[in-house]
């Protein structure tokens, strides 16, 4: 992938305008390539919030806990 064309999917991530598949090939390219220094950190903050897409299952009561949570801080 051409430097130019990088750094507009990496600003096309941070304004999350790229769809899934976008940024899992935006990921996946990042984490197999070296990039230019002045996108390393980019690089490393893409891949760090890529990370596992593995969904979570959570507790039934969980939105509840959640909501009660909230109304007692305010």
Sequence with gaps: MEDKD???MIEKFFNAELSIDE???LC???C???VPEGL??????IIALCGDEEEVA????A???VAEKISSCQ
């Design 40 to 45: 390393r950190k980019d690089k490393e903050a």
């Design 58 to 61: 959570l507790p039934a009561d």
């Design 32 to 34: 197999l390539h070296d």
């Design 23 to 25: 940024e899992r090939e």
């Design 28 to 30: 996946g390219y990042l």
């Design 6 to 8: 990088l750094k507009k």
């Design 63 to 65: 939105a509840v806990a």
